[in-house]
């Protein structure tokens, strides 16, 4: 008569049951990191300027993610960290996100979820931010698939996507592209007033590519400046980045004084005023 290993294998935990239990896989997930409230520390920490402090739970939960075999867990933790080091101009950290964080994306099957467009958005804004504009634009591709796909042509995640590959595209002298681009991203991001953020880069996007042509660009300035005005708009940590964001945009095009005020506005905001 041949023995099962239920037969002479004895439990480490009394609470413990079942197969699995018996015949232990050690590569096996043993846990999972806690994404969301991670995010919302992540969030916190970035509203207030602090990257330092965003960096050491980044590490944190990333090692901890590595040790309970959590591959989901990690691929967030280091999406997280594509753009924080985005962020800083720390080229050979992000990089390395991005590698890590495609691999998992390959070893998981999980190219397809919409969660997933999100990471290949921040990989491919990695490549752009440092000068891999044609590595990008395939991963924007991907994601723009996915979008389709999963979400109604109006979904605010559009808008994102469309303004960092027309991005993509302006770097790779495909003007026309571009635009087209900011256009769909414009037109989804106008719908709503709290939007209004997200639309004002837009407006100065096209303004870059618009450059020469005084009357489109006092257009596309003036539209950004009341975007970033709406008085419906929460001035929060988010509002203080983009408006950080959207300051030498403004002085590039020599409106020094709109550029004086919206960095005022957001030192106020991290200073807590």
């Given at each position: 008569?041949s023995?099962?290993a ?5 439990p ?6 079942g ?23 992540i969030d916190?920490?970035?509203?207030r300027?602090e ?20 591959l ?25 996100a ?6 998992i994306?390959?070893a ?7 969660s997933?467009?999100?990471v290949?958005i ?30 109604k042509?109006?979904d ?37 007033p709290?939007?209004?953020?997200e ?14 042509d005084d ?9 950004a ?11 929060d940590g988010?509002y ?31 200073a807590?005023?």
């Amino acid at each position: 008569m041949s023995l099962d290993a239920f037969d002479y294998k004895e439990p480490a935990c009394p609470l413990c049951s079942g197969k699995e239990f018996y015949d232990h896989d050690p590569a096996a997930q043993q846990g999972s990191i806690p994404v969301p409230q991670i995010i919302a520390k992540i969030d916190d920490a970035l509203n207030r300027e602090e990257y330092g402090e965003a960096r050491r739970i980044l590490s944190y939960w990333l090692a901890e993610a590595k040790q309970l075999r959590d591959l989901r867990g990690q691929l967030a933790v280091y999406s997280e960290l594509m753009g924080l080091h985005r962020k800083n101009g720390e080229k050979d950290e992000a990089l390395s996100a991005v590698e890590n964080g495609l691999k998992i994306i390959e070893a998981l099957g999980v190219g397809h979820l919409v969660s997933t467009a999100t990471v290949y958005i921040n990989a491919a804004t990695v490549y752009k931010t440092f000068d891999m504009a044609q590595q990008a634009l395939p991963l924007y591709e991907k994601a723009e698939r996915i979008y389709k796909e999963n979400l109604k042509e109006n979904d605010v995640l559009f808008g994102a996507l469309y303004n960092n590959m027309g991005l993509a595209l302006a770097d790779l002298g495909r003007t026309e592209e571009a635009l087209a681009c900011f256009e769909k991203a414009l037109k989804i991001m106008t719908v709503s007033p709290d939007r209004a953020p997200e639309a004002a880069i837009t407006c100065l996007n096209m303004a870059d590519l618009y450059f020469g042509d005084d009357d489109k660009v006092d257009g596309l300035i003036q539209r950004a400046y009341a975007l970033l005005n709406e008085p419906t708009l929460k001035h929060d940590g988010y509002y203080a980045f983009v408006c950080r964001k959207c300051a030498p945009a403004f002085g590039a095009h020599g409106y020094f004084l709109m550029a004086k005020e919206i960095e005022t506005r957001a030192e106020k905001i991290y200073a807590g005023a």
